[in-house]
């Protein structure tokens, strides 16, 4: 099976404390996604990456920037927290098989900055 | 670009009886691939069922199976015989066939269904 961990399920942090989120999948796949979930909202997708390296905006890319060095691990950054990022971050990876592949996620994190 | 529409942000259901929740989505494409997620309380967000939109017959799962009508725009997700597992919110999810295998998911904004005992 796949597997998609982030590194905390609950995380509380100041304003303007730089916070990283991480994301590691096992299946070797090149695309991986971080998405943030507000009620009422769904899932809106900050960034993705589709290789080691590469990395394209998403929807609501501001106030965060990413990082893929290696395929299997996809980082979040908030470089200075506030408040209105509080938030369930998601993360989710797929292969490059195309057409109806499946979109795996994580567990989530959500986080909480005072 | 792709727009969701889930018009039922709630719905309830008795176990064992059937319910119907609905998605329209807006695009200009002719082939695209659409998904129904699934995000039980505290869990994972996991795939309950795709259809691909060259394919006119409906995709079904188990007790799960879609009405897919393309012209309308419409893929609504019916699921047989609810079981007290099945409480969960529920995100539909076109996705565009253009530009190959990083096309993004484009989610709705859910529908919460509870599965009353």
């Known amino acids: 099976d796949v597997k998609v961990t982030q590194s905390s399920r609950y995380l509380v942090k100041r304003t303007g404390e730089k916070v990283f989120l991480e994301c590691v999948q096992d299946m070797d796949h090149e695309n991986m996604f971080w998405y943030r979930q507000d009620p009422g909202l769904g899932l809106r997708l900050i960034y993705f990456s589709y290789d080691v390296k590469m990395k394209e905006k998403g929807d609501i890319p501001e106030g965060y920037s990413v990082s893929r060095e290696k395929k299997e691990r996809f980082s979040l950054i908030l470089e200075s927290a506030s408040t209105n990022q509080t938030s369930m971050y998601l993360c989710a990876s797929r292969g490059t098989a195309g057409g109806t592949d499946t979109q795996y996620f994580g567990p989530g994190t959500r986080l909480t900055v005072l | 670009a792709q727009t969701v529409t889930q018009s039922q942000p709630e719905m309830s259901v008795q176990e064992a009886e059937t319910v119907t929740l609905s998605c329209t989505y807006d695009t200009s494409e002719n082939n695209y691939y659409l998904f129904w997620y699934k995000q039980p309380p505290s869990r994972q967000m996991i795939l309950v069922i795709r259809q691909e939109a060259y394919k006119q017959q409906n995709a079904t799962e188990n007790r799960f199976s879609v009405n897919f009508q393309k012209a309308a725009k419409s893929f609504s997700l019916k699921i047989s015989d609810s079981q007290l597992g099945d409480t969960a919110m529920y995100f539909c999810?076109?996705?565009?066939?253009?530009?190959?295998?990083?096309?993004?998911?484009?989610f709705g904004t859910g529908t919460l269904l509870a599965v009353q005992p």
């Open positions: 999810a076109p996705r565009s066939s253009l530009g190959g295998a990083t096309n993004k998911l484009i």
